[in-house]
Nanobody, 121 residues
Framework: QVQLVESGGGSVQPGGSLRLSCAASGSSFSRYAMGWYRQAPGKQRELAAAISSEGSTNYADSVKGRFTISRDNTKNTVYLQMNSLKPEDTAVYYC???????????????WGQGTQVTVSS
């Protein structure tokens, strides 16, 4: 069992930055692949970024070069650094844990509650 709690969302102007954090509790965090997914109003949930237990990463084309996913296994936390934010990045961002790494194509069964990110002038 893994419990996930996101934080760090908020409102920012276009071009701004935010860092999301996802704190995990439970067993064996370092063994899990982690991912950040997002869901905009009226749209399906989609992958933003994923990271394997070894640190390999994968990004959606729409965020490449702007977002960076990282993890700190000593703190049981995964991060999403978001730079050069655009209005189309507005969404609820969810943290996910998966027992295997699928480059984020298949999310695991553990989800956080989500954190809102709003990019607007």
């Amino acid at each position: 069992q893994v419990q996930l709690v996101e934080s760090g969302g908020g409102s920012v102007q276009p071009g701004g930055s935010l860092r999301l954090s996802c704190a995990a509790s439970g067993s064996s965090f370092s063994r899990y692949a982690m991912g950040w997914y997002r869901q905009a109003p009226g749209k399906q949930r989609e992958l933003a970024a994923a990271i394997s237990s070894e640190g390999s990463t994968n990004y959606a084309d729409s965020v490449k070069g702007r977002f960076t996913i990282s993890r700190d296994n000593t703190k049981n936390t995964v991060y999403l650094q978001m730079n050069s934010l655009k209005p189309e990045d507005t969404a609820v961002y969810y943290c996910n844990a998966n027992s295997f790494y699928s480059y984020g194509r298949v999310p695991g069964k553990y989800w956080g509650q989500g954190t809102q990110v709003t990019v607007s002038s």
